[in-house]
């Protein structure tokens, strides 16, 4: 009986994890301004405060780890992972999302991003500037 109210758990709770409100879509935005290359800490910021609304920012920050295969709770797990990799594609422009899209969770997209333009925007700057004056 005990493992069918934790199984349950998981459907009903908002505050769970693994909990998916009916309008929560794959197809989502989550924030109005998607990122372009430039807005990186501004966009992170928005993204974070979103995935944290919808009680899932654990999935970006590696803390909710795959359960076993075992598990009651794989398969809603793999749904969660894909959705959230799918809002924070549709964050972004279609060259970055391409850039993401072959990851296999929202952590990995979250690394690969932060690698490529987490950046100080002064830096990043300084090298995109760097390279077109290298250009000939």
């Not at 109005?32 to 609304?53: C, F, P, S």
């Not at 990043?124 to 004056?133: A, G, H, K, S």
Request: charged share 20%; aromatic share 12%.
């Amino acid at each position: 009986m005990h493992y069918f109210l934790i199984l349950a758990d998981y459907l009903t709770n908002p505050s769970h994890t693994l909990f998916s409100h009916p309008l929560d879509d794959p197809n989502n935005v989550l924030v109005t301004v998607l990122y372009d290359g430039w807005n990186y800490q501004h966009w992170k910021r928005a993204i974070e405060m979103a995935l944290i609304g919808k009680n899932k920012l654990k999935f970006v920050l590696g803390e909710y780890a795959k359960p076993n295969s075992t598990s009651p709770f794989v398969d809603k797990w793999n749904r969660c992972n894909k959705m959230i990799l799918d809002w924070i594609m549709h964050a972004t422009i279609k060259n970055i999302s391409d850039n993401i899209m072959f990851s296999s969770t929202p952590r990995d997209a979250w690394i690969e991003l932060k690698q490529s333009y987490g950046q100080a925007d002064g830096t990043r700057m300084f090298e995109i500037q760097r390279d077109l004056c290298s250009i000939s």
